[in-house]
């Protein structure tokens, strides 16, 4: 089978969304004028420039979105060949594209979808990821998406009584104390990210520069403690738990011969991939553990040898989980802090997480790197990175 490598990187800042009051009044951001194909395609064009890859010569577009693929009316048909032509003008390029759609493990799952078509010869270049836009609709059409129809129960519903089960160490002060720590690491770090400066249609000046709810750090620390939990919880509270974003982040994969022959300069190499899945809704939150033994096995690679673990912290739950099974110390998990204090754009969120899993180990001079993300129903998935 191919090696496939990783040869370009490129994520938006993550927009913080404000949810709108009523089911009449919909979500907003900084960006929320952009339709997610404007935004999507402003990384792209940056992706394509970074990679010095002729668009000509992409292969296959695996774009992944959850919330905007269902509301979208630009993206009610083949949006991810939409998005391509957007970003390259062009109509003449035969690139095959395809929108994936997996819950929260959405973008993850649309790199593994382009890796292998590297790994089994059918291609030797091509783009992965996401995009997502929390704002532009009703809060209630998020709502929809974040609730189990089997048990009817929300997902932080399901994470609370999860944790609750789980007994000694998984207490709200634990709960709280990690979204601290993820909130203080964010705002410690809030420049080391290599982003792609937003505009809106228009205007010169780009508006989104950085991870903006990273900007409300101070206040949120203020009422962490006070808040009260969700509806039907104990632990979960909208505070230690992921908020909305905008988003998009995509990564340029080739094989080793388009290296050879194009000259170019890998970043890092997929070295594994895994899919988990428990058997109860509720045990989403810990399904991180068994993707990511699946993926450690499938690299010949024992835990304490992962140099940073990325983990999408829908709820702090799946990270304090993953430490104590995997005596994985506090400073390899989630070092630039995580969708707490980032936010989650959920079809855009594996992609968000493996650009900036390679960032930091690159900028860590470390060797390998893991990205795990948990989703409905029970499950999660995992992929390594090896710096090269």
């Known amino acids: 089978m191919n090696a496939v490598y990783v040869i370009a990187i490129a994520r938006s800042p993550i927009a913080s969304v404000q949810a709108g009051n009523t089911d009449e009044i919909v979500n907003t951001s900084s960006i929320s004028s952009l339709s997610p194909a404007e935004l999507g395609a402003q990384v792209l064009q940056y992706l394509m420039l970074e990679s010095l890859i002729n668009p000509a010569d992409i292969q296959f577009f695996f774009m992944g979105s959850a919330i905007s693929q269902k509301v979208e009316r630009a993206m009610y048909q083949a949006p991810a060949k939409f ?13 095959i594209a395809r929108t994936v759609e997996k819950a929260c493990s959405t973008g993850l799952i649309s790199i593994w979808c382009a890796a292998k078509k590297i790994i089994m010869g059918k291609a030797e270049i091509a783009i992965a990821g996401g995009v997502d836009m929390m704002s532009r609709q009703a809060n209630s059409i998020i709502l929809n998406g974040l609730t189990d129809p089997i048990t009817g129960k929300l997902m932080a519903q399901l994470a609370d009584q999860k944790a609750r089960e789980l007994g000694d160490g998984f207490e709200r002060e634990a709960h709280d104390a990690y979204a601290l720590a993820s909130y203080e690491r964010a705002k410690a770090t809030i420049h080391d990210h290599v982003l792609v400066p937003i505009r809106l249609l228009g205007v010169e000046a780009p508006v989104l520069t950085y991870d ?26 909208v505070l230690n738990s992921a908020k909305y974003g905008d988003a998009a982040a995509f990564l340029m994969l080739a094989s080793e011969s388009a290296i050879r022959e194009k000259n170019l300069r890998p970043i ?11 058997e109860d809704s509720k045990d989403f939150i810990i399904a991180p553990a068994g993707a990511v033994a699946k993926a450690l ?14 983990v ?9 989980y ?16 995580g969708a707490i204090a980032h936010g989650h754009p959920i079809g855009a969120t594996g992609g968000c997480l493996a650009v900036k899993n390679i960032t ?14 948990c989703n409905a129903i029970s499950e999660a998935t995992a992929m390594i990175f090896e710096m090269v």
Request: charged content about 30%; hydrophobic content about 35%; some cysteine.
């Open 83 to 95: 998005i391509f032509r957007r970003a390259t003008l062009r109509r003449d390029i035969p690139v």
């Open 212 to 237: 903006t709810e990273v900007e409300k750090y101070g206040n949120r620390l203020k009422v962490l403690p006070k808040i009260r939990p969700y509806s039907g919880c104990t632990i979960m509270t």
């Open 268 to 278: 890092a190499r997929i070295v594994a991939f895994a899919e988990h899945s428990e």
């Open 297 to 310: 096995a499938g690299a010949g690679l024992r835990a304490d040898e992962i140099d940073c673990w990325e």
């Open 312 to 320: 999408n912290e829908a709820f702090p739950t799946s990270s304090l």
């Open 322 to 337: 993953l430490m104590k099974k995997y005596n994985v110390p506090h400073e390899k998990m989630n070092p630039w802090g």
């Open 360 to 373: 930091i180990c690159r900028k860590t001079k470390k060797r390998y790197g893991i990205v795990v993300v």
